[in-house]
T-cell receptor, first 110, second 112 residues
Framework: QKEVEQNSGPLSVPEGAIASLNCTYS??????FFWYRQYSGKSPELIMS????GDKEDGRFTAQLNKASQYVSLLIRDSQPSDSATYLC??????????FGAGTRLTVKP | DVKVTQSSRYLVKRTGEKVFLECVQD?????MFWYRQDPGLGLRLIYF???????EKGDIPEGYSVSREKKERFSLILESASTNQTSMYLC???????????FGPGTRLTVT
């Protein structure tokens, strides 16, 4: 079982819709979770971090964490074509290693 | 703002050549990392360094070595490049005690 799993997509949503990106992880004791956005040909850019169960909102982005179910998600409200990118989920493991998912490719269609 | 720079955006090398990839960060971060990114495989950790002169193997260190002589600079060395090392190489840094990593622009290496 991969340590961090994401649906590779592509996920396609219309402009203005809510995009929902999901991630599951295997290490029950992980405490730190991150979402990175990566535009084609560019490097990953940190957009959200979450450390506690529940929701964390930052503008149009909401990260949701459920440690009991070992999943973390990212919601993008009012999706824009500029949100089209690959979104990487990252989890800090018990041994302090950061593990990345393979990413979900999101396309927002005008 | 954290700035992580890498010496080359694109690099083409021949099989058997020794290749040096340089990474420099300007925020006095203690920890630095080298990843490679391949389609469908995500980011895989090659080596990391917690501080000057320190290095630790990641998940895929075979065929690579690293050097950290100064705090701001972390070099990745391909001792004898092979075609299966064609990839995007990403350097990252973070402050000690933080989990948030900041990435450089990446080097796309092609080995022919």
């Amino acid at each position: 079982q991969k340590e961090v799993e994401q649906n590779s997509g592509p996920l396609s949503v219309p402009e203005g819709a809510i995009a929902s990106l999901n991630c599951t992880y295997s290490d029950r004791v992980s405490q730190s979770f991150f979402w990175y956005r990566q535009y084609s040909g560019k490097s990953p850019e940190l957009i959200m971090s979450i450390y506690s169960n529940g929701d964390k909102e930052d503008g149009r982005f909401t990260a949701q964490l459920n440690k009991a179910s070992q999943y973390v998600s990212l919601l993008i409200r009012d999706s824009q074509p500029s949100d089209s990118a690959t979104y990487l989920c990252a989890v800090n493991m018990d041994n302090n290693d950061m593990r990345f998912g393979a990413g979900t490719r999101l396309t927002v269609k005008p | 703002d954290v700035k992580v720079t890498q010496s080359s955006r694109y690099l083409v090398k021949r099989t058997g050549e020794k290749v040096f990839l340089e990474c420099v960060q300007d925020m006095d971060h203690e920890n630095m990392f080298w990843y490679r990114q391949d389609p469908g495989l995500g980011l895989r950790l090659i080596y990391f360094s917690y501080d000057v002169k320190m290095k630790e193997k990641g998940d895929i260190p075979e065929g690579y070595s690293v050097s950290r002589e100064k705090k701001e600079r972390f070099s990745l060395i391909l001792e004898s490049a092979s075609t299966n090392q064609t990839s995007m190489y990403l350097c990252a840094s973070r402050i000690q005690g933080s989990y948030e990593q900041y990435f450089g622009p990446g080097t796309r290496l092609t080995v022919t």
